[in-house]
């Protein structure tokens, strides 16, 4: 198979035999924040007013092989293909079913999906970001264990713009140590420009380094996004009963460090499955965020889209975009469940396929 | 296996085949009407005005075992309990996992539901008394077929106050005669309240009898309710990947006819589940309205509440309620999963524990 392993090797392997040739779900998280509108923080969406259309498309996309919300698809500032256009690729390739969870988006799909009690986050500056965290961990639990049940494990990824910053938000709450650690859809990383907004977060909240560190809830509540106790609660219920494969990049540190403080045994049955441009990427860094706290393995899909015939994908291998919408750990379970069937260079066929015809190329 | 086949024997015994051993996904389709208000008409609710909170309350016992939307049960007039209590029981034994959709409620429910784009009913006197059934159709449509992948099969359920006069309201729009053969939660069926209402509702509509039969969406649309749409698309989308069981009564007739007329293909795959009180009821003929356009197959759970301790399960056997939120269905799911080792005897007696604590009479 096309991956690579970036952390406990031996964990890693054995949940990538766990997962060899079994049907998964799917499950794609979303929500919005006026955090991700601050300019400068995020590439997902146009501009920054954009970003309130950029994850109800993307779930479209996956459901419909293309998006109602908006004309074509999400792109960059700089016109790059959304990383929906890969998730939908895989999870097309390998026949995955899908579900759609709203954490809390401004702008509704214009597709099915689940309720789980949640609204659009606010400015993390003002402390005070994300309504009704605990009913949000609680519901979304319910679901992801019933949900559980019914596949033979469940990959969970997410759609929000500005993410990293609400991830380092938290993750600096909870006294983990990720400044100039989280990851951006951008090339050249802000982090400073982060870590201010965070320190600007904590201070509306009163709080500093780690105050929350006993208090998730609280720590998303403050300086968190909406995305955060949906998925976190998805993790915990889907893990009672089987593997769950954490589909993204630095931003699932956030949420693994509100799980290790929540439920810690579900850590057990968790691997996080995101893309090569993130684990390889010099300006982040998501094992060391990780190993603070737990030895979750994180497992990249190994894509490489230098061979691509169009700029607009070659374009992903210069670091801009990295990952998104669970592509790299749809990636991984599309690969598994054909048994490698799915390789790399099937995995960007399609992909080409799905992007000059959604780019009208041909 | 403890069920009997109440039309099509062959069919049935071929679905039945079917579904042995298999592990399926029960989806509860809960909406709300004003028509579900008119008095006499239902007993899903202590008085009229509380059938908002029925359904939702119904779908909370279902995924917690006790509901939030109200204290104890939704109950009859008499204070008899909902059948959500016989489909929780028959789930719960045969680990079987609930996903509930939203087809229209006035009350949301307090846990994860989906959201397919539908809103509360109106009264069908009016002539116009759904919105956005297309739109819903095709939601629903989508969510089916994701779902029916991750399933062997799906058994799909309503909560829906007053749906059997909805039910009758679009049959006779697409021309099913089925006056005087509509189930009721009542042991004296008010057939002619019923008729009157669906007459008024068809003339504010300016249509007769038949008048819809090319057209299922304005037969919703004039005298339908917003569980129609959200179930018809999820049997639709669901037949594309395996069998579907649609669980309910007589409602599920009014379904039928407007997947007949829409995607006719789908019903190869579809059987109706519901309870012995429904097929045995003098006063409703299901079999008599489904042989006027299409040959489902109606297998019914061979329920007996006569050996119970309890007089408000016992009264079930005097044709009070019947059936409702699948619980034939979930109950013959339940049999069939686990090869017959879930009996009729067995299911009562986890009936009856669970009527004991939830109406604290130990």
């Not at 439920?263 to 090569?276: D, H, K, Q």
Request: net charge neutral; aromatic share 4%.
């Amino acid at each position: 198979m096309d991956v690579q392993i970036a952390n406990n090797e031996l964990k890693a392997k054995a949940f990538l035999q766990e997962i060899e040739s079994k049907n998964p779900l799917f499950i794609a998280t979303i929500a919005t924040t006026e955090t991700g509108k601050i300019p400068g923080l995020s590439a997902a969406g146009a501009n920054p007013d954009f970003t309130d259309f950029t994850p109800p498309a993307d779930v479209e996309l996956l459901l419909l092989g293309k998006c109602r919300s908006i004309q074509g698809v999400p792109i960059t500032p700089d016109g790059i293909p959304t990383p929906g256009l890969i998730t939908t690729s895989a999870l097309h390739l390998a026949d995955i079913p899908v579900l759609v969870v709203n954490g809390g988006v401004k702008v509704k799909p214009q597709i099915p999906f689940v309720d789980v009690g949640g609204n659009s986050g606010r400015d993390i500056r003002t402390g005070d970001s994300v309504d009704n965290v605990a009913e949000v961990i609680e519901r979304a639990k319910v679901l992801g264990e019933q949900m559980a049940k019914t596949a033979d494990y469940l990959v969970i990824g997410e759609s929000i713009p500005g993410g990293t910053t609400t991830a380092l938000g938290v993750l600096t709450a909870m006294g983990v140590n990720a400044e100039g650690k989280v990851s951006s859809t951008f090339p050249q990383n802000p982090h400073n420009q982060k870590i201010e907004i965070v320190r600007q977060g904590l201070k509306a909240a009163e709080a500093r380094f780690g105050n929350f560190k006993g208090d998730p809830i609280k720590a998303i509540a403050a300086v968190g996004d909406p995305m955060m106790p949906a998925l976190a609660g998805l993790v915990i219920g889907g893990a009672r009963q089987g593997p769950v494969l954490m589909a993204g990049g630095t931003q699932m540190t956030a949420v693994l460090s509100v799980i290790n403080a929540l439920a810690p045994e579900a850590l057990c049955n968790v691997a996080v499955g995101t893309t090569r441009w993130v684990t390889q990427d010099k300006m982040s860094d998501i094992c060391g965020i990780i190993r603070q706290f737990c030895q979750v393995p994180v497992i990249a899909a190994d894509l490489d889209f230098g061979p691509s015939q169009y700029p607009g994908l070659r374009i992903y291998e210069t670091g801009l975009v990295k990952e998104g919408v669970g592509a790299g750990g749809a990636s991984i379970a599309a690969m598994a469940k054909t048994g490698g069937a799915v390789t790399k260079e099937i995995l960007l066929k399609e992909i080409e396929r799905n992007y000059a015809q959604l780019m009208k190329l041909k």
